[in-house]
């Protein structure tokens, strides 16, 4: 039988339209009437969030390739253009989805739990009155706005920001025809304002949109005229940062310079409320230099995420998830010495049903150990007032050499990571940036310690950011150990990001840019050779995104041989199951659900001496080849089989998984007949977590 090309587009789902479809997996949730009210609102900003991001970067990268007059496509040979055809279409349909949701679900199922947003027609007289007083005394002062004519030229608009058209009649101050104005509405006011309970007919939870306030009272920014109609819209930028890295001599203050371009880039999306007349919003259109299919025109808010605040503003537990308190492994539960329960035996937390409070006692104990002399660290994304950065300044105030490898190149985490970069470096730590030309994305803590006559590393690795408000709310792996070989690789993965000198081949990790992507082709290879041996041979694989090509195909031909896989791949994945004679072998599936998940994991029956590897990274090209990412092995037998019972769990889901078709589209697992619902999610939280 003759091989088939591998390399056939029609074998290849696109990247992007498959992160659109993720998207759609993250909205049904705010449609399951399972999930706690409050929770399904969350989801539906979550969709809004992911979706701006989605325009931000995915489709700002496909118009630049198209007025770059890029014909290159990916392995499914679309062209910039056919996918920005595809993708205005699949957008719009969410966009009407998500507003059919909020409108016709949530907002009257909130209004039935007693938490109101209340539209203009519905205020009392009494609501319009602290309404009018609230304009006059905390928007009227701080409002501009924009008249439009020769000397008064159409604003900037910041990316993502509330701004009104307004229409007008009358004469202006100078006795000339008005015309039209924009007002832009500061950032620093709420969205959402919270209406005092003392008003008669109030309840504790009503609340009225910052555009509904200017909307009624919008012509009082403009004395002798009319305001004749008034409209939000937002606009969507390129907010991809662009750093000539071989032009510049210090990366920390190119990136402080370009920073403010993100607020300015290339208009990708225009959004205007539902009501907007058709010359206003062409007026729009083209004072932003975008076209019809560029208009999202929505009914509500243009910025649904803004109503993510109600989560917060509303005590209402009972319309949220149960709370939880993280577990702790046994091993940790006796002993307050984190380096003595290392030389034991390694130890392995799965967040965030396990707490995270280790990771940042392990920098606590380090910091003020006498016998520690040295503490290095990978920093991607930690959050602005973090407690692990609070170590390190005192390990570095204490005299211990600090060093942190800090990446500039966070994306939307850019400015938070320059602020802590300063940080360290006033507390005399050493800070280095990376690589030119390749984000450090992987997750490394080393410790070396004085013990008698030698120094002793120990080592924590992976999967997730050290990021404290995350680890509540990210599946991820950390694996404490004080192996020699793994801490003598940490050891010189740090040596080669400070120093730039090549370091000689790992013993236990594999590291890209130089072997994690061959080292997962061999071991698919050697599956695929069992699987020709006639042995049984299986991949478990996880991760956020698969879209490599060359691992695509090395699964096409393991599913060929007869080795049995298992994807379980959150967002993108680029890989087509189901087809016949190549992928019958390989079941894709996606778990949606209360906490994103996150850990990446790969799993190598390898003939009943199994191999499995966490790792900071997808297996994306810009994992294998434009970052350095760190995979590790989970040696110890009791834990490689923890994760992979782990790992079955989510292969088991019948509640939030959904299992990708051939066509690209998804389909939502049920229970079979006589078969019980069953979410890995919720069964980890019951195993892990002290209380759930």
């Known amino acids: 039988m003759d091989m088939p090309d591998l390399k056939n587009p029609d074998l290849y789902i696109n990247r992007q339209l498959s992160l659109l479809e993720f998207n759609r997996r993250v909205l049904a949730q705010a449609m399951e009437p399972a999930n706690p009210l409050l929770e399904r609102l969350k989801f539906l900003c979550i969709a809004s969030s992911n979706l701006d991001e989605f325009f931000e970067i995915r489709v700002a990268g496909l118009k630049q390739a198209l007025e ?47 938490i109101r947003f209340l539209r203009r027609s519905e205020w009392t007289q009494a ?3 602290w309404i009018r007083e609230y304009f006059e005394d905390s928007l009227l002062p701080i409002l501009s706005p924009l008249g439009l004519d020769p000397a008064h030229p159409f604003p900037q608009v910041l990316n993502k920001s509330l701004n009104f058209i307004v229409s007008l009649e009358g004469k202006d101050a100078f006795g000339r025809n008005s015309g039209m104005a924009v007002v832009q509405a500061p950032r620093a006011l709420p969205r959402l304002i919270r209406l005092p309970q003392e008003i008669e007919g109030n309840g504790p939870n009503d609340f009225v949109f910052l555009s509904s306030v200017i909307h009624a009272h919008v012509t009082d920014l403009f004395p002798g005229m009319n305001a004749t109609g008034c409209y939000q819209f937002r606009v ?113 937390l799965h967040h965030p049903f396990e707490s995270f409070a280790p990771v940042i006692e392990f920098l ?75 984000k450090t994305h992987a997750k490394m803590i080393l410790v070396v310690r004085r013990e008698g006559r030698r120094l002793q590393h120990y080592v924590h690795l992976g999967t997730g950011n050290y990021h404290s408000r995350t680890a509540r709310l990210y599946t991820d792996y950390g694996l404490f150990t004080a192996d020699e070989d793994m801490g003598e690789d940490v050891h010189r993965v740090f040596l080669q990001l400070t120093s730039l000198g090549k370091v000689s081949r790992l013993a236990r990790l594999l590291e890209s840019p130089f072997t994690l992507h061959e080292g997962m082709l061999a071991k698919i290879k050697r599956e695929t050779e069992h699987a020709e041996a006639g042995r049984p041979a299986r991949l478990i694989i996880k991760v956020n995104s698969l879209v490599e090509a060359r691992t695509i195909q090395a699964l096409y031909a393991a599913a060929m041989a007869g080795v049995q896989i298992d994807l379980i791949v959150r967002g993108m994945c680029s890989l087509r199951p189901g087809v016949p004679g190549i ?110």
């Open 364 to 438: 606590r104990q380090a910091a003020q150990d006498p016998d520690v002399l040295a503490i290095k660290q990978t920093l991607y994304r930690t959050g602005p007032d973090s407690v692990l950065v609070d170590h390190l300044v005192a390990a570095a105030r204490a005299g211990k050499e600090v060093t942190v490898v800090v990446e500039l190149r966070a994306r939307f985490d850019e400015e938070a990571n320059i602020k802590l970069a300063n940080r360290l470096q006033e507390s005399g730590a050493h800070v280095v940036y990376g690589v030119v030309g390749h």
């Open 236 to 348: 969507t930028r390129n907010s991809d940062l662009y750093v000539d890295e071989e032009e510049v001599d210090d990366l920390l203050r190119a990136m402080e310079g370009e920073l403010p371009s993100r607020r300015y880039g290339d208009a990708v999306r225009l959004e205007v409320a539902a009501n907007c007349p058709e010359r206003m919003a062409d007026y729009l259109l083209e004072e932003f230099e975008l076209g019809q299919e560029d208009l999202y025109q929505v009914n509500g808010p243009v910025n649904l995420n803004r109503l993510l605040a109600v989560y917060d503003l509303v005590d209402r537990p009972d319309l949220k998830y149960p709370a939880f308190t993280p577990g702790l492994p046994s091993k940790l539960g006796h002993s307050g010495d984190l380096f003595k329960a290392m030389r034991q035996q390694d130890i392995l």
């Open 68 to 114: 770059m007059g890029s014909v290159q496509a990916g392995p499914d040979n679309r062209t910039p253009q056919e996918v920005l055809r595809e993708v205005s279409q699949r957008t719009h349909d969410l966009v009407d989805e998500q507003y059919g949701i909020l409108n016709a679900e949530l907002t009257p199922a909130l209004a039935d739990a007693g």
């Open 583 to 692: 992928s019958d072998n390989i079941r894709v599936r996606s778990v949606v659900g209360r906490f994103l998940e996150h850990t990446r994991v790969f799993y190598f029956a390898n003939n009943g001496e199994p191999e499995l590897y966490c790792s900071s990274a997808d297996w994306m090209e810009r994992n294998f080849f434009r970052r350095v990412e760190t995979a590790f092995p989970v040696l110890q037998p009791d834990l490689r089989e923890r994760v992979l019972e782990d790992l079955e769990c989510y292969l088991r889901d019948n509640t939030q998984a959904w299992v990708l078709n051939r066509d690209g589209s998804y389909t939502r697992a049920t229970p079979g007949d006589g078969e019980a619902p069953f979410s890995a999610q919720l069964e980890l939280l019951r195993d892990r977590a002290e209380s759930a």
């Open 127 to 129: 609501q319009q009155a």
